[in-house]
């Protein structure tokens, strides 16, 4: 009889020492799981487009034309961006002159989607629609508020041959209708200057 109570202890024992077992493993490989997820590389474009050429329409009228030859979106982050590391051409249309659109070339973009935010570097060069080359170092496009900024030296030229620098910057509504240059200095064409009175 003590046999067979002991054999029937035992085998309990056995039983909830495997069971305390099998918890205790369960638990180590559930943090495991969860430091690996942590640890998880999302730091990757989750989708490449390459040759790009995107067309932005609102009621049927081509608003943006954009081409870049690398768009890399990178998704799997807390704050998504897409970037164009070979650079960006792009085309905005103004809705008084839609035939003769404004034009954008950097050698590098970025967007970042929750704010809705551009910045573009390497030789930006703006032409406005109405034909006055803007050229700087880079530029932020702060499209929520419709509003484009640099703090670099900023070189702008008219079709009349008219010069003006920006040398600590300028502000800029995004269609360069409007614009705020910071210390600025520039050459004028005489025969455009206004006549003075007597």
Known sequence: MKDYYFKI????????????????????????LTKVS???????????????????????????RFKAPLIEKYELIDSPYAEAKKGIYLEFFDK???????KIWAKYARYNEKRD???AKGRVKVISTEGQTFVMETINWDKKNQKMYTKD?????DKDGN?????HGMVAK???S?????????????????????
């Open 9 to 32: 202890f035992n085998l309990k024992t056995s039983q909830q020492l495997i069971l305390l077992l099998m918890f205790f493993l369960i638990q180590s490989c559930e943090e495991d």
């Open 38 to 64: 942590q640890n998880k590389k999302t730091d990757f474009a989750s989708q490449v487009i390459h040759n790009a050429n995107i067309i932005q329409r609102d009621s049927g009228l081509v608003k943006v």
């Open 96 to 102: 008084k002159k839609p035939k003769e659109p404004g």
């Open 117 to 119: 935010f551009y910045f």
């Open 153 to 157: 030296t900023v070189f702008v030229s």
């Open 163 to 167: 010069i003006l620098i920006g040398s």
């Open 174 to 176: 995004d269609d360069f």
């Open 178 to 198: 409007e614009y705020t240059f910071f210390n600025n200095s520039g050459s004028f064409n005489s025969a455009n200057l206004p006549a003075t009175s007597k």
